[in-house]
Nanobody, 120 residues
Framework: QVQLAESGGGLVQAGGSLRLSCAASVRTLSSIATGWFRQAPGKEREFVAAIRWSLTYYGDSVKGRFTISRDNVKKTVYLQMNSLKPEDTAVYYC???????????????WGKGTLVTVSS
């Protein structure tokens, strides 16, 4: 069983930055794919970014603005979010999977989420 705990959400003005953290209770963090998803009010949960081995993946709406990274010693995954926009406002979830795909339905483990609010 993998447990995930997000932190770092909050209120930020448009154009600002935030860094989210996801602490994972897993023996070897690099052995599992981890990702960030988000869900805005009234919308479906969507893929934001993921990291598997040394490969990173991003959703189209965040490419060039968000960066996912991982500290295997601290067993923590980060999401650095720059140039934030009001449409980035959502609950951000950390997720993990041993499956080959990285869609919402393929994630086996989820954190409880952290709220990010971007004001205009």
């Amino acid at each position: 069983q993998v447990q995930l705990a997000e932190s770092g959400g909050g209120l930020v003005q448009a154009g600002g930055s935030l860094r989210l953290s996801c602490a994972a209770s897993v023996r070897t963090l690099s052995s599992i794919a981890t990702g960030w998803f988000r869900q805005a009010p009234g919308k479906e949960r969507e893929f934001v970014a993921a990291i598997r081995w040394s490969l990173t993946y991003y959703g189209d709406s965040v490419k060039g603005r968000f960066t996912i990274s991982r500290d295997n010693v601290k067993k923590t995954v980060y999401l650095q979010m720059n140039s934030l926009k009001p449409e980035d406002t959502a609950v951000y979830y950390c997720a993990a999977t041993y499956r080959p795909n990285l869609s919402v339905g393929d994630m086996d483990y989820w954190g409880k989420g952290t709220l990010v609010t971007v004001s205009s």
